[in-house]
């Protein structure tokens, strides 16, 4: 029973943790950066900043870490 309490505890804190992540535009824009580079959407700086842009919006929608 505690180790359950110590579990749910610390996923808790995960979810608190990724929560302020998402809350955060700075991470958000690098996290976006990285998947358009990932996928290779980026042919130049310009449609980088795009892709970045609107991936960001949508991270931030859907409120994911």
């Known amino acids: ?3 359950r309490a110590i579990v ?3 996923a808790n804190k995960r979810a608190i943790a990724r929560s302020a992540i998402a809350r955060s535009a700075i991470a958000r824009s690098a996290i976006a ?3 358009v ?3 290779g959407l980026a042919r130049d700086d310009r449609s980088l ?3 970045v ?3 960001s919006r949508l991270i931030k929608s859907s409120g994911e870490n």
């Open 1 to 3: 029973m505690a180790l």
């Open 8 to 10: 749910c505890r610390s």
């Open 33 to 35: 950066r990285q998947r």
């Open 37 to 39: 580079r990932k996928l």
């Open 49 to 51: 900043g795009r892709h």
């Open 53 to 55: 842009s609107r991936l």
